[in-house]
């Protein structure tokens, strides 16, 4: 199988790299200056952090660590894993019957909790060592503790779990599940967490924006006012409601059911989308994917959605939800967008007692990243 990943540089200045990984996949990078690449960028592998008992889910350990051991095989089956967590030894025990173990990296290290997305590093790559950026997580304005996930990244770095140039941007309060990258230069996101007064208070939007614009080297940045999941901790983070695809494509949640409570500020959201445009003028292709049915638990709706996904080298993995026909054709929506890919769902039912889902417990590393040995 062949991929292209087209990347433009906006100087002009560009050389091709072709890479082999093997199984008949050669792959033509078009290396550019510093920028932040879509996460469809070839990468070296997934970070996991690890779910403990000193963790919020202590009370349903066994499901979740199911549910992570289920992501684990999937990741490690195809690209190097690295598995973040104060015991090492007990995690071991617990994947080595079914986990590649030959692609399973350790990073041992207290942690508060285990979403990756959010405070594991984000990376800026160009045609040298990739640059490791270090933001400030403030357990999504300070609702929750994340002192010891926050250092995390550092600790990686210092004992060379990740490699790369680490840089200090703990000014600045940032999570992963709220950025999305085209890896052309336009970044989407959403109003509502980036310019929550618990993260960056001090900061107007123009001021925002410009930080992430010289920051990441970008040259539009897109803002969604309008969509949000109940139950929902992060202030509606991006990839829980909209995300970038190949080819100028937006995959977004649709709400088809009017009596939803989700129903008019998601039907604003798809005709905010619908004006927004690339940098070549163009509108996006967009994918609806459905809204999950309800999930309650102890009466109150879980944040279920489809959006959070994970994009790998050759597959996607995507959340399920024990609901067939929305499963199914949520896996259909993605199979347009990602037709070259091989696509997975893990039931993530565990996962979104804690508000979360499949791709706010993972982060990807490009190329370089993820010490090989």
């Not at 202590?58 to 095989?73: G, K, M, S, T, W």
């Not at 991006?238 to 500020?265: G, M, Q, S």
């Not at 026909?325 to 993530?348: M, R, S, T, W, Y």
């Amino acid at each position: 199988m062949g991929i292209m990943v087209g990347l433009p540089s906006p100087s002009g200045s560009e050389k091709d790299l072709q890479l082999n990984f093997g199984k008949n996949m050669t792959v033509q990078v078009e290396m550019r200056a510093s920028h932040l690449p879509a996460e469809w960028h070839m990468q070296s592998g997934i970070q996991l952090t690890w779910p403990h008992a000193g963790t919020d889910w202590a009370y349903i350990l066994a499901e979740v660590q199911e549910c992570f051991i289920n992501i684990a095989r999937e990741i490690a089956k195809r690209e190097l894993l690295l598995i973040v967590t104060p015991e090492p030894e007990e995690v071991k025990k617990q994947i080595a019957a079914t986990v590649n173990m030959n692609n399973v990296r350790f990073l041992e290290c207290a942690t508060n909790d285990t979403w990756a997305r959010d405070h594991g590093a984000i990376t800026m790559i160009d045609t040298g060592t990739p640059s490791l950026l270090d933001f400030t997580f403030n357990g999504w304005g300070l609702k929750f503790a994340s002192e010891l996930d926050n250092q995390i990244t550092k600790h990686a770095v210092e004992a060379g779990a990740l490699k790369g140039q680490y840089i200090d941007h703990l000014d600045f309060v940032l999570e992963g599940g709220s950025i999305e990258s085209d890896g052309m230069g336009t970044l989407l996101t959403t109003s509502k967490c980036l310019l929550s007064p618990q993260r960056n208070g001090r900061l107007n939007q123009v001021e925002i924006e410009e930080y992430l614009k010289s920051t990441f080297h970008l040259q539009k940045v897109l803002w969604l006012d309008h969509g949000y999941l109940a139950g929902d901790d992060t202030d509606s983070h991006i990839d829980t409601l909209a995300r970038f695809c190949p080819t100028d494509t937006i995959a977004y949640v649709k709400c088809e059911n009017k009596e939803d409570e989700h129903y008019e500020a998601l039907l604003a959201m798809e005709e905010q989308l619908k004006t927004f445009r690339t940098l070549a003028g163009e509108p996006y292709r967009l994918l609806a994917l459905p809204m999950a049915d309800k999930i309650e638990e102890d009466g109150e709706r879980l944040p279920a959605t489809y959006a959070n996904f994970l994009i790998m080298n050759d597959v996607i993995l995507y959340p399920t939800y024990n609901q067939p026909v929305n499963d199914k054709k949520a896996g259909e929506v993605l199979q347009q967008a990602f037709p070259n890919h091989q696509i997975i769902g893990i039931d993530c039912r565990a996962l979104i007692k804690q508000h979360g889902s499949l791709h706010c417990v993972t982060m990807q590393y490009p190329l370089g990243v993820i010490k090989e040995s």
